[in-house]
């Protein structure tokens, strides 16, 4: 008992002396909380305001290291430097032929792409003995600087440097079939001399509409005459093969590893991330595919991509870019004649440990996917390729031949003109053709051109399909003059996408390219569309954007479109789209130009000379928008023509005033071209 009457006696005093001592403990442990926390963030606060300096000295210094394309010649011995604006690889081909050529000369080249250098930097070639710059510059678009270009020729423009140290040349790569022939070529000429370049050779100006190939070679054996001239230096020997990559062949490779047609990133189609671009394109699936013509012996075809949960965003008029494969029989056969294993797993190495380009493609990966993703072997090789593969035929005749092909002699170029470019002999004809010529598929792999994406002028509005881009195409096949018949790499390959329930043999890789083909800011300015064939593509987009716009209340002006086929029951495409727009009051005008339903030929020209007072009309009165789309070396010229006679008849103009009218339609963004030739 009596112990428990205690307890309640003594438990108070206890129990506060506890809490007091408890309190206290806390005090202690709350103020070195704050206390070490306060400190904490001092600390912290002042190493985020000394840090800045380090990283910012750092970002500012790399760059100049890296891009210095100057350290670079000097640290590997270079004095040559070749520069070159390329968009579907030809001018970066030439570039590298150039580069190489130097060492026959004493000399040591490199190959450049503008967009990985500084080229403010070019005020310091001076500093390298003998240097000199070369620029291959292509023209793209509307006369136009290409996409790795784009960056030099705003340079260019804004540049106040002083280059009178600079020696140099240019060769442009331009199609005379378009109105701004070789401009980019024809700007950094002038423009380097402006800025007081010094320019050693006269500009080159190669015509693809022509034969480029040899304009190259005509221009390139002139050039280094010239340029050991300035020097002072003679060639040290014939051209001789000199291997760019050495082959490592991977017997005990881990296979996700492997390459096995990703255009970047590997595994890139397995595990896809945006943004998508050239080198990281897009698997899009294909949810429709359908003939379009209803006769005839051609294939024309409507291919709609899904671009769901891609963030792509696209407008009316740009392109989209697809990656193709080759036809999988055109890769065994070249498998079979060269006796290769094509599942052989290997790499090439650039035997230039300091460039860029560590590999001609990506690397490892097989034969089979190489000469299936990467290469091209479709196209007619060019002279430097058969020159490099002569030492490997074993019949002297077949050699010779080769070489002559190569060779710059007259009868050499025209040799290669008819039995290479006019007959239309890839890689495998020539390898059937000539039985003893048998490459190493390695060297043949360092050799061939990069496969290279098509574009297509998208054929849908993004305000009616968001999620989905719309194709017109034509297969293109044909019977060249050896009896073979030659198919288009990328429409064949499109022919075959067939929407499927599992979807993985319908997958395309592809991105889109802006353009400048674009729609009036106003919807009330009247638009005059002209796209004979798959050229109707931009428009269809044009029209369903201009409907989607009226359905929003704006108001829209005249949209008139001059279209233009063979048969009216043969292929004229999307004629029930066109007639239901028509119907809704949003396609005000359409004129169809059937070219073979009479005895004689109406083309939209035609058309747009019989409508001619309506056309001046919509023109001068209505400040209306044209828009060109197809062929560039009849229907483009042809029509350009029509509309310098409309003006020169109604505006009571000569024909220089009516050209110079319809040259400042142009520049005003108020005549518009998306050809192609």
């Not at 904490?40 to 190493?47: I, M």
């Not at 705003?154 to 442009?172: I, K, M, N, T, Y």
Request: aromatic content about 10%; glycine content about 6%.
């Amino acid at each position: 008992m009596r112990d428990a009457s205690m307890g309640p006696n003594i438990s108070p005093p206890e129990s506060t002396a506890q809490q007091d001592s408890l309190f206290s403990m806390t005090d202690v442990f709350l103020i070195s909380l704050i206390t070490g926390l306060l400190t904490y963030w001092l600390f912290f606060r002042k190493k985020k305001e000394e840090v800045p300096d380090l990283p910012k000295m750092q970002t500012v210094a790399a760059p100049v290291r890296d891009s210095s394309f100057i350290e670079k010649m000097k640290k590997t011995g270079r004095n040559i430097v070749v520069f070159y604006g390329s968009q579907t690889g030809t001018a970066e081909e030439f570039a590298n032929r150039l580069s190489k050529d130097a060492h026959r000369y004493g000399l040591r080249g490199m190959a450049a792409d503008p967009e990985e250098y500084d080229l403010s930097d070019l005020s310091r070639l001076s500093e390298i003995d003998k240097s000199l710059a070369v620029f291959c510059m292509a023209t793209y678009g509307e006369g136009d600087p290409t996409d790795n270009a784009q960056d030099f020729y705003d340079w260019l423009q804004e540049a106040d440097a002083d280059l009178s140290g600079l020696r140099f040349a240019v060769f442009g790569l331009g199609n005379k079939t378009y109105e701004h022939f070789n401009a980019m070529g024809k700007y950094v000429d002038k423009r380097l001399e402006e800025l007081g370049a010094q320019r050693i050779f006269e500009l080159g100006l190669g015509d693809d509409d022509g034969n480029l190939e040899e304009d190259f070679i005509t221009w390139r054996e002139q050039f280094w005459p010239a340029v050991c001239e300035h020097f002072g230096v003679e060639a040290t020997g014939e051209e001789s093969s000199i291997r760019q990559y050495e082959l490592v062949v991977h017997t005990d490779v881990n296979m996700n590893k492997v390459y096995t047609g990703e255009m970047g990133r590997l595994k890139s189609y397995e595990n896809q991330k945006p943004p998508f671009d050239a080198k990281n394109p897009f698997l899009a699936q294909v949810t429709e595919n359908r003939k379009l013509n209803k006769g005839g012996e051609r294939h024309l075809m409507h291919l709609e991509l899904d671009i769901s949960n891609s963030k792509i965003r696209y407008e009316s008029g740009d392109h989209v870019a697809v990656y193709p494969a080759n036809d999988s029989s055109l890769v065994n056969q070249i498998g079979e004649i060269l006796g290769t294993n094509l599942d052989t797993i290997m790499s090439l190495n650039n035997l230039d440990e300091e460039s860029n380009k560590k590999h001609p493609f990506p690397c490892p990966t097989s034969y089979r996917t190489a000469l299936t993703y990467y290469l091209d072997i479709t196209n007619p090789p060019r002279t430097n390729v058969l020159y490099e593969l002569a030492q490997y035929a074993t019949d002297p005749s077949e050699q010779e031949r080769l070489r002559k092909m190569a060779s710059s002699a007259p009868e050499g170029k025209a040799l290669y003109l008819s039995w290479v470019v006019e007959a239309r002999r890839n890689i495998l004809a020539i390898l059937q053709d000539m039985p003893s010529l048998c490459p190493p598929i390695d060297h043949l792999c360092e050799l061939l051109p990069r496969l290279q994406a098509r574009y297509y002028s998208i054929a849908s509005s993004s305000k009616v399909h968001p999620n989905s881009i719309h194709i017109c195409a034509v297969t293109v096949e044909y019977e060249t003059k050896t009896g073979r018949v030659n198919k288009g790499v990328a429409t064949n390959w499109l022919k075959g996408k067939v929407p499927t329930d599992n979807g993985s043999s319908s997958l395309v890789p592809m991105y889109v390219r802006k353009s400048q083909f674009r729609l009036p800011f106003k919807p009330s300015t009247p638009v005059i569309m002209i796209g004979p064939g798959t050229g109707i593509a931009p428009f269809m987009g044009f029209i369903q954007e201009r409907a989607w716009l009226k359905q929003q209340g704006k108001e829209v002006g005249e949209t008139v479109l001059y279209y233009g086929c063979r048969r009216e029951h043969e292929d004229y495409l999307y004629r029930e789209e066109l007639s239901r727009f028509q119907q809704d009051g949003v396609l005000t005008q359409l004129h169809v130009a059937f070219s073979r339903d009479q005895a004689e030929k109406v083309y939209v020209q035609h058309l747009l000379k019989k409508n001619k007072e309506n056309i001046w009309k919509l023109v001068h009165e209505g400040s209306a928008h044209i828009y060109v789309c197809g062929d560039a070396r009849n229907m483009a010229r042809d029509v350009q023509n029509t509309f310098y006679e409309i003006v020169a008849e109604f505006g009571n103009m000569r024909q220089p005033q009516a050209t110079d009218y319809v040259k400042k339609l142009m520049t005003k963004g108020r005549y518009s071209l998306d050809v192609w030739s």
